[in-house]
Structure formats: C-alpha cells, structure tokens
C-alpha cells in the first residue's frame, strides 16, 4: 500500500504543476481480499457498465513486499511490450543492474540459470484483486511484485507480517519499494498519456499462438487418444498472428496529421483497448458455468492441466 501512496502523492505534485493525465487515474485501496476477493469484486460489479466501456487497464500491486531477489510479473499478453519499455526507463535497485530491465532478466539467470531472451512475463489468470476486472470485463491487467528464490516470503500470512519486520528484515530502506514504484508509475503514466495506447496486439496474438502450439506439442497422446481435431486451433492462431500484424502496421502509419477530427484515433485506441473483452465467455468454460472463469486465454492453459491429469 505504501508504494501506491507514494506514487499517488507524486501525481499529486505534477497536477499541483497544472499537468492533467490524457486519461483518468483512480488509485484505490481493496478491503476484504483474503476471505474472497470481496471489495474489488463489488466496485467492479458496481461500476460494470462503465469499466466495460471506458477501462483501459487496472495495474494491481499488493505483493510489493513479497521479495527482494527477482521481479514477479504477470500480465495480459498486450501490456509485455510496454512492461519492457518502462523497465528500460526504471533505475535497478541493486547493482550490478543499472536498469529494471537487466535487474528482471539479470537475476533470473543469478537465481534460477536461465538465460532469457526477454525478461519472463507470466500469464495472469486469478487470484487478486485483478481478478474480477480481468475474468468478468476482460480489462487488461499487470501485476507487480517481487519475488524470492525459495518462494513466498517467510512471514507471509503470519501475525509476524508487520511494519517492524519489513523494515528490519525484509526492505530496510525501502529501495526495492521506490524501483519497483518508479517502474509502475513509469508504466501508469504511458497508459494515461500516450496519445495511441500502449497496448500491443501482435504481443498478444503471438502469445495466443505461443499457447496453441504448447497444448499441442505437450500433449500428442491425449490429443490422439480423445481423437481431437486441432487443425481449426493453428489456423485460427495463425489467422489472429497475420490480423493483428496488419492492424499493427496500421496503428504505425497514424497521424494526426491527417486525423483533424480525431476519430481515426479513437477507433484505434477503442479496438486497443476491448481487444481483452473479445476473450470473455460470458457462460464460463464447458461444463463449469459457476466456475467464476470466463477469460478464454486462461482457459488453454486450463486445457493443458485437464489432457494432463485426465485419466
């Protein structure tokens, strides 16, 4: 929580300059989120119609605290491209890393000996406070947080998990707090401010068929044994790789220049940001319509765990 106030108040200090955000910012506080999510869910219930028309992302960051040897990531697929940029921007806070960028894809290789092409982003799925805006609206969301070697952090959920031990043990002068905040508001800022948003469509075809081809080489013998024709899936994949590419090139190609009126811009930005609306199955996933999942990328990798334990 320290972190979004932090970033909050340097918000405040621009706004104070006279600077407004292109777009608007609602920084909020969730109660009730271990016994069910409760808080999030009720503001996104409550505000449905007008989150599903004018979201253009949620940013979650309720594990800050979780570690101080690597970055945890997760996100939709759209927002990678983005993620990277900001970290290029954000200062590491620890050497020999000068960027968030080479401290992200650094300590995977000091801590886990992976090299890396790009800095690992997982997929989010639930879990969070993210939750209800992500499987029930389909806004695109990030979630930021660290994470150490050896798992959670060792008063995670314990009556030890206060102030006092974060500040003794865990981050003493709160500089893995300030980078971490530095790389979210860094991100924060390009959604409320970049004329076309940030938001990548090729990062999210390309993922999509990233999934498709897993399920399908992890899983040959299920696949043949249940008698499953997947040709339709690769094609369908490789259709949306080719669609978002031109879309892609399109965006490139803007110009206000030739946009007086700015609706070439607002059709770009609308599809932009309801490309993750197009993933929510409003009945949920076969034969689980009570599931509480309805964000169909998050359903292949449900998919691959079912071909994997099914008996």
Same mark, same amino acid.
Not at 38 to 56: P, Q, R, T
Not at 59 to 70: C, E, F, K, Y
Not at 274 to 298: A, C, K, N, V, W
């Given at each position: 929580?320290?972190?979004?106030?932090?970033?909050?108040?340097?918000?405040?200090?621009?706004?104070?300059?006279?600077?407004?955000?292109?777009?608007?910012?609602?920084?909020?506080?969730?109660?009730?989120?271990?016994?069910?999510?409760?808080?999030?869910?009720?503001?996104?219930?409550?505000?449905?119609?007008?989150?599903?028309?004018?979201?253009?992302?949620?940013?979650?960051?309720?594990?800050?605290?979780?570690?101080?040897?690597?970055?945890?990531?997760?996100?939709?697929?759209?927002?990678?491209?983005?993620?990277?940029?900001?970290?290029?921007?954000?200062?590491?806070?620890?050497?020999?890393?000068?960027?968030?960028?080479?401290?992200?894809?650094?300590?995977?290789?000091?801590?886990?000996?992976?090299?890396?092409?790009l800095p690992?982003?997982?997929?989010?799925?639930?879990?969070?406070?993210?939750?209800?805006?992500?499987?029930?609206?389909?806004?695109?969301?990030?979630?930021?947080?660290?994470?150490?070697?050896?798992?959670?952090?060792?008063?995670?959920?314990?009556?030890?998990?206060?102030?006092?031990?974060?500040?003794?043990?865990?981050?003493?002068?709160?500089?893995?707090?300030?980078?971490l905040g530095?790389?979210?508001?860094?991100?924060?800022?390009?959604?409320?401010?970049?004329? @076309? =948003?940030?938001? *990548?469509? /090729? #990062?999210? $075809?390309? &993922?999509? +068929?990233?999934?498709?081809? %897993?399920?399908? !080489?992890?899983?040959?013998?299920?696949?043949?044994?249940?008698?499953?024709?997947?040709?339709?899936m690769m @094609? =369908?994949?490789? *259709?949306? /790789? #080719?669609? $978002?590419? &031109?879309? +892609?090139?399109?965006?490139? %190609?803007?110009? !206000?220049?030739?946009?007086?009126?700015?609706?070439?811009?607002?059709?770009?930005?609308?599809?932009?940001?309801?490309?993750?609306?197009?993933?929510?199955?409003?009945?949920?996933?076969?034969?689980?319509?009570?599931?509480?999942?309805?964000?169909?990328?998050?359903?292949?990798?449900?998919?691959?765990?079912?071909?994997?334990?099914?008996?």
């Open positions: 929580m320290s972190t979004i106030l932090e970033i909050s108040r340097a918000i405040g200090e621009q706004l104070k300059t006279g600077w407004r955000p292109r777009r608007t910012i609602i920084f909020a506080s969730w109660d009730a989120e271990e016994p069910g999510i409760l808080g999030s869910f009720e503001f996104a219930e409550d505000f449905m119609i007008a989150l599903k028309h004018k979201a253009v992302a949620y940013i979650n960051m309720d594990s800050v605290a979780s570690g101080t040897q690597m970055l945890r990531m997760k996100s939709t697929p759209n927002l990678h491209s983005l993620l990277y940029d900001a970290a290029k921007k954000a200062e590491s806070p620890k050497s020999p890393y000068k960027s968030m960028y080479e401290f992200w894809i650094g300590t995977e290789k000091e801590y886990n000996d992976i090299d890396y092409q690992p982003v997982q997929l989010i799925g639930s879990g969070s406070d993210y939750t209800a805006f992500l499987n029930e609206i389909g806004v695109s969301c990030v979630d930021f947080a660290y994470k150490n070697d050896h798992g959670t952090y060792p008063v995670y959920h314990t009556q030890y998990d206060t102030y006092e031990w974060l500040s003794t043990f865990g981050d003493q002068d709160f500089t893995y707090h300030k980078h530095d790389f979210a508001a860094r991100t924060l800022l390009s959604l409320a401010n970049d004329e @076309i =948003l940030p938001l *990548s469509a /090729v #990062d999210y $075809a390309n &993922k999509i +068929q990233e999934l498709t081809l %897993s399920l399908i !080489n992890k899983n040959p013998d299920k696949i043949s044994e249940l008698d499953l024709d997947i040709t339709g @094609i =369908l994949a490789q *259709s949306f /790789v #080719d669609a $978002a590419t &031109k879309f +892609q090139d399109h965006v490139s %190609s803007y110009s !206000n220049a030739t946009d007086e009126s700015g609706i070439k811009l607002r059709n770009i930005n609308d599809k932009l940001m309801l490309m993750d609306r197009q993933f929510i199955h409003e009945q949920g996933l076969p034969g689980r319509p009570h599931s509480g999942i309805s964000y169909l990328l998050q359903a292949l990798q449900i998919l691959m765990l079912d071909l994997l334990f099914q008996e």
